[in-house]
């Protein structure tokens, strides 16, 4: 029997990249996979055609529409919550509009998902959100407001692992460094500077992190929780 056979997933930000890949983890390891989606419709049909996922539209920076996707989509055996953005710039000249956004897509979201998620789950419950190894270290300018969203959801799953760890729900972060995916592209212009700061100098695969997700979803990480698991070719060492 496939590890995830019966089992129902909720991918937040399913549609591309990181999210996809553990979309079609998740499904070719037998799950009912649900992912969400807001600005690449395309990308989610191909995706939900090649898998057999259902999709849902849902813009993560609407909070009620969050909440009843994941309502909807209950009782649910695993969340994860992928999507996020990076906004990068000077700080004196961003718009503040665009931080608040940011903030509601990549903190938000993940913390009402998550709640919403626990009121359902049985005993065994994973609640999985992707973080960014940017939570431990900032190494450059620019990113202040990233670096804060994921510094942000290392609390909330401190804090969630105690609310839900009684119920036999666990919360834990994945923590990804640079990742070959179209936010972050492995022949991008940054390529060079971020490969300065790793031990393993090369741009993560999607399905690398997929594979730690999909360890924690399972049935030998039961007793892991309220922790960050990072995997970034010790960019953050
Ligand atoms: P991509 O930009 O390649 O993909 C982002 C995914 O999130 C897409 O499926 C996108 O869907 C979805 N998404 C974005 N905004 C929204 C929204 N408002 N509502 C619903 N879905 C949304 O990003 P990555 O795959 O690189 O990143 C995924 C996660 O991993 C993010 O949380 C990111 O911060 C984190 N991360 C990435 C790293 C990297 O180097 N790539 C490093 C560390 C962390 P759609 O296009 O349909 O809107």
């Not at 190894?133 to 900032?138: A, C, Y």
């Not at 990233?146 to 009684?166: E, I, N, T, V, W």
């Not at 729900?169 to 971020?194: E, R, S």
């Not at 997929?210 to 892991?224: D, I, K, R, T």
């Amino acid at each position: 029997m496939a590890e995830f056979e019966g089992k129902s997933v909720l991918v937040l930000g399913g549609s591309r990249g990181i999210g996809a890949a553990i979309v079609r983890r998740f499904a070719a390891d037998g799950a009912e996979v649900t992912f969400t989606y807001s600005g690449s419709p395309e990308a989610a049909e191909t995706l939900a055609n090649e898998t057999g996922a259902k999709t849902v539209r849902t813009d993560s920076a609407d909070r009620d529409a969050v909440i009843a996707t994941v309502r909807e989509s209950g009782p649910l055996d695993v969340l994860v919550v992928n999507a996020g953005i990076l906004i990068f710039g000077d700080a004196l000249e961003q718009d503040p509009d665009a931080i608040d956004r940011l903030i509601s897509i990549n903190v938000n979201a993940p913390y009402h998902a998550s709640v919403e998620a626990a009121r359902s789950m049985q005993e065994g419950g994973r609640i999985i959100v992707i973080g960014s190894v940017n939570g431990d270290r900032m190494p450059v300018p620019g990113m202040a407001a990233y670096a804060l969203s994921k510094s942000a959801l290392q609390g909330m799953a401190r804090g969630l692992a105690r609310d839900f760890g009684p119920r036999g729900i666990t919360v834990n972060v994945v923590q990804p460094g640079p990742i070959d995916t179209d936010a972050n592209p492995a022949d991008g212009p940054m390529k060079d500077l971020l490969h300065g700061f790793m031990a393993i100098k090369r741009h993560g695969r999607p399905e690398e992190v997929a594979g730690m997700v999909s360890w924690l979803a399972g049935p030998e990480a039961g007793f892991v929780t309220g922790a960050m698991h990072t995997i970034d070719g010790a960019f953050g060492a």
